[in-house]
């Protein structure tokens, strides 16, 4: 289609035998305000040639020809664009041929009697069309700035860690000497641990990056509160209290012992450069049950028994609208900041299935609470509490928000599902395409750019005939009788339960193969 700056400058490719008729039709559109550069052709080997060569803005054809059918031209057209206009006009057009060429994709139908109407459909048309092309390209722009975005976070994100890691051996190395000093020992003993946690990041850095799940043992928070003590030991200022409220050696959960240090030492680290006056440095934990009211609106909900572990420091606290961007790629307040420590930490607490708060006050301090979960999947099974394990399914998982669609996709991935996701209609539509129809669909109800009911209808124009999962708010009103005629079809209401999200899935699934079988 050609890139116009405005509609005074048309490519109209016409369709018509009769060179009478095509004349009109030219002189019509000139009469109403358009220039144009038309072409006319009336047999399929020229229609394909001035697709390739005229490119043009839209095409306007009549139904029925000797040599050549105005249904085939629409075919050929959608086989190279799904964007350019196609209008039909013909003198005996009814209403049945006329709901049969909306169908097939044409843009518009006109009667020859009703010739007038031809300037205002046309300019429709191509200023439809071409709000069309700005939008995906706007799509395109938007996905190909967040895959910057990850490849930066990830980068920045190792780079930041490992400074971090890495500081203790710089505070430690003159004193990697051979001695029997009992104390030079201890410094040995600290390098080799730092270097080996060092290596560890790194390979769970990149498992992340390539999908891999980390692994995961179970972590003494005992052991875990001295290993930072260790490691904050020669970076706390001596006008800061350090205070370690170690739990007891029991307590333990599921999760990997690098990435949770990492984490910890990272908010640690932050809350010195809080404190430039001095003050004091506590970390604590402690049992704390949660349920549905403790979730905000963009969580995934697993109520239950949590460890909350608190960085609690005395420091200059935080505006609000610093606190609301904390989590923002690359937002940072320090003059050689990246920007990336809290994104992952937060990746880091969210990986481990657990949820991240932030509370404070300019000039009264701030406190991180984390809370990670004491059961493990496996305890939580055994416990009754089923875990619907996906087998490799294909989930399309369509949702605006970025962060909510990381969420539900992390979730499917980490059980056991093949996660495809899309933030708008259309852009579910382009992945159905390119790589194939999903045994699932998971689709926010509320979508601005392509509405939720024209991607269902888009999903049964491919043929889709599978389960959808549908999220809607709970003061939602929806038609659900109006409706496109889904196979099956469930709703969820918002903000979404991790257990009933993935034990729906599993059932929908279920469903469906007792329905094949």
């Known amino acids: 289609m050609a890139n116009s700056e405005s ?14 008729d095509a004349e009109l039709l030219i002189d019509e559109l000139r009469s109403g305000g358009l220039q144009l550069d038309s072409r006319l052709v009336d047999t399929e080997a020229d229609f394909s040639t001035a697709l390739d060569e005229f490119d043009p803005d839209i095409v306007v054809s009549d139904l029925s020809m000797p040599a050549f059918s105005g249904y085939r031209a629409l075919e050929l057209l959608r086989e190279r664009s799904a964007i350019v206009p196609f209008i039909f006009v013909s003198g005996t057009m009814g209403e049945e041929a006329a709901i049969k060429a909306l169908k097939s994709g044409a843009t518009d139908y006109l009667l020859k009697e009703r010739i007038a109407r031809l300037p205002s459909a046309v300019e429709r048309a191509v200023q439809q069309a071409r709000a069309e092309i700005a939008r995906e390209h706007a799509e395109k722009e938007l996905m190909r700035a967040q895959r910057f975005e990850s490849l930066a976070m990830l980068a920045g994100g190792l780079s930041h860690d490992l400074r971090n890691i890495l500081q203790p051996l710089l505070l430690t190395a003159e004193a990697m000497k051979e001695n029997d000093d009992e104390r030079l020992r201890k410094h040995g003993a600290l390098v080799g641990d730092c270097a080996k946690r060092g290596l560890e990041m790194v390979a769970s850095m990149l498992s992340f990056a390539r999908g891999a799940k980390v692994q995961t043992e179970q972590v003494k928070l005992s052991a875990l509160f001295d290993a930072l003590a260790m490691l904050l030991r020669g970076s706390v200022p001596r006008n800061i209290d350090l205070v370690l409220e170690k739990p007891a050696d029991d307590i333990a959960i599921e999760g990997n012992h690098t990435e949770l240090q990492q984490c910890l030492l990272n908010l640690c680290l932050n809350a010195l450069q809080a404190m430039p006056e001095g003050g004091k440095l506590r970390l604590s934990a402690e049992p704390s049950p949660i349920d549905e009211t403790f979730f905000v609106d963009d969580e995934l909900q697993t109520p239950g028994a ?29 003059e050689s900041g990246t920007g990336l420590g809290l994104v992952s930490c937060k990746r880091i607490v969210t990986n481990h299935r657990g949820y991240l708060r932030v509370l404070s006050e300019p000039g009264k301090g701030t406190t991180f609470e984390i809370y990670l979960p004491l059961e493990s999947a496996d305890s939580a099974e055994q416990n009754g509490v089923p875990i619907a394990a996906g087998r490799g399914e294909r989930v399309l998982v369509v949702v605006e928000r970025l962060s909510k669609q990381t969420m539900l996709s992390d979730t499917l991935e980490l059980n056991g599902y093949e996660v495809t996701t899309a933030g708008s209609g259309s852009h579910a539509m382009q992945r159905i395409d390119a790589l194939g129809t999903p045994d699932i669909v998971v689709m926010d109800a509320d979508l601005a750019l392509m509405s939720g009911v024209r991607t269902i209808a888009a999903l049964l124009d491919r043929n889709y005939d599978g389960p959808l999962i ?37 059932e929908e699934l279920d469903a469906g193969d007792e329905t094949d079988a």
């Open 470 to 506: 549908l999220l809607v708010r709970g003061n939602d009103v929806i038609d659900r009788d109006g409706l496109p005629p889904v196979r099956r079809i469930r709703f969820i209401e918002k903000p979404v339960s991790v257990n009933l999200l993935l034990r729906s899935v599993r």
């Open 306 to 334: 949590y460890l909350k572990v608190l960085v609690t420091d005395t420091g200059v606290g935080m505006p609000d609208e610093v606190r609301a961007n904390l989590f923002r790629p690359f937002f940072t307040t320090k």
């Open 7 to 20: 509609l005074e400058s048309l490519r109209v490719l016409l369709v018509e035998d009769d060179a009478n």
